[in-house]
């Protein structure tokens, strides 16, 4: 399973050099991830696809390996509408946080003396253990009352 940072410094190298479009492996973490920030106005649009086209047609047809996500890339004039993108929870240090730390996060106030508040315009993706909201955005978690690891932000 790829890390999420793999993701973050592919989408953030992808922003710096310009490029329309960009191809990331398929999976269960990459969509989700992907699809919040297509939700927060980061990126233009998602598409299954392969290593070679965008076409949903053919994704069910090739093998796992193949299978590729397309995300088009949002720009506003000519700046990148995604500035950075960082981990907060990495491989070597887990944050995990209950409902009240993600409010105090949300709010705009330091939780758990480690994560700083989220600014106008930022977004952090929460991992939960909940199996219909796997991957939410930190608000939707506070709306939903779930708690979970911090995996990443973008603003």
């Given amino acids: 399973m790829p890390l999420p940072h793999d993701l973050c410094s592919h989408l953030q190298n992808a922003f710096r050099a310009r490029h329309a479009k960009v191809l990331v492996p398929h999976s269960t973490q990459n969509l989700g991830i992907l699809s919040i920030l297509l939700r927060a106005g980061f990126l233009s649009s998602l598409t299954r696809g392969t290593t070679v086209e965008p076409s949903p047609a053919v994704f069910n047809e090739v093998k796992d390996s193949e299978k590729r996500i397309w995300a088009e890339l949002k720009y506003r004039g000519d700046k990148p509408v995604l500035n950075s993108m960082e981990l907060v929870s990495m491989p070597s240090r887990r944050v995990f946080m209950d409902v009240g730390e993600i409010r105090r996060m949300c709010t705009g106030r330091r939780a758990a003396g480690r994560v700083s ?36 932000r973008a603003k």
């Fill in 117 to 152: 508040p989220l600014g106008m315009g930022e977004v952090a993706i929460v991992k939960t253990t909940h199996p219909e909201y796997e991957w939410v955005e930190a608000r939707e978690a506070l709306q939903l009352k779930l708690g979970g690891e911090v995996v990443c």
